[in-house]
């Protein structure tokens, strides 16, 4: 009789298991960091997928909707909309990402979106040549983003910390208008700043992709977990079309409508070129959650604990989902692209 009864609760727990993974939702929303400029476009692998209709083809002939918001609030704004119940999907930094996590948001990691080149930009006439220079300054930095944890790293790379800068707390597009008002010294931003640069306004101190060493902008794509659990089925196609996407993009032939899709978000097009020029789209849109990708979070969970900005522990192992990715890899026969990093 008790192994009947155990039976019986195992069968239950299946079929209410399978009764409540439906097979597709009404719609699934999808929510990605905006350049600050108030556009309904963004940039990395999210802005690839939606532009070429990658995750409306995974689900045509059915009546999913899908929708796309960029957020000028970039990391904070995307958690708050993940946990009010907004966003299903969601392409954001690592530091937000680790923060709401810290935070107990229900998020689970299902694709790497990439990385992008952290700018540091001063106003004409500062004298401030590097990170070192600083000392003292009035600097514009969106807090809370993973340009933030950027910025604290390479202050603390080289021998500062955030108590030696006066930090200013602004958004993307307000930190270009800060720097040309002169109510700040410097910013550190994406390749945005470099509009202030070509109209003589400031001066570039500081590119990531110039050492390799350096904490680059970067982070993942989330699903919640009611999501995930819900819609096991359209989970796997949308990180499918990520895939798709990501694949496009790591095609030369494709690299300068991809260019042009980004410039859609706001930022002049000739600097999101120079941004990217000599560098590989393959390599820096690899999707894989692998050990190298696991590890950089590593890296910023252990800082961002020092730092205090977070006090919770993180479960890695229940937070990041690869198994996603990598079955959309093997069905797409996409294996020896992105070889597996250690």
């Not at 700018?119 to 500062?126: D, H, I, L, N």
Request: cysteine-free; aromatic content about 10%; proline content about 4%.
């Amino acid at each position: 009789m008790k192994i009947k009864s155990v039976l019986l609760t195992l069968l239950l727990a299946f079929f209410t298991h399978q009764a409540a993974a439906e097979p597709l939702p009404k719609a699934i929303r999808f929510g990605g960091f905006g350049q600050g400029f108030g556009q309904p476009y963004g940039q990395a692998v999210l802005a690839i997928a939606q532009d070429k209709g990658f995750i409306a083809d995974a689900f045509k002939g059915t009546p999913v909707k899908i929708t796309f918001e960029y957020f000028t609030g970039v990391g904070p704004a995307i958690n708050e909309a993940i946990a009010s119940g907004q966003l299903d999907f969601a392409q954001y930094g690592a530091l937000p990402n680790v923060i709401g996590k810290a935070n107990r948001l229900p998020t689970r990691i299902v694709a790497n979106y990439g990385s992008q080149t952290v700018f540091g930009v001063a106003r004409k006439g500062s004298a401030i040549r590097s990170f070192k220079d600083l000392k003292g300054r009035r600097v514009g930095i969106s807090k809370g983003t993973v340009l933030h944890w950027a910025f604290l790293k390479t202050l603390t790379d080289n021998g500062l910390s955030e108590a030696d800068v006066r930090v200013v707390d602004l958004k993307g597009a307000d930190q270009i208008a800060a720097l040309a008002a002169g109510s700040i010294d410097a910013a550190v931003y994406t390749h945005a700043l470099l509009k202030l640069r070509d109209e003589n306004i400031a001066d570039v101190f500081y590119a990531s992709k110039n050492d390799p060493a350096a904490a680059t902008a970067f982070g993942a794509i989330t699903v919640t977990q009611q999501f995930e659990q819900q819609y096991p089925e359209a989970t796997q196609k949308v990180v499918a079309a990520l895939v798709r996407a990501a694949h496009w993009l790591s095609n030369d032939g494709n690299r300068e409508e991809a260019l042009r899709i980004w410039a859609k978000s706001g930022v002049p097009y000739e600097l999101i070129k120079e941004d990217f020029e000599g560098s590989s789209l393959r390599e820096l849109f690899n999707p894989r959650v692998d050990p190298y990708f696991v590890n950089r979070y590593r890296d910023v969970i252990a800082f961002t604990k020092a730092q205090k900005l977070i006090r919770n522990d993180i479960d890695l192992d229940q937070w990041f989902a690869p198994q996603y990715v990598e079955r959309a890899i093997k069905e797409q026969g996409l294996d020896a692209l992105w070889p597996l990093r250690q």
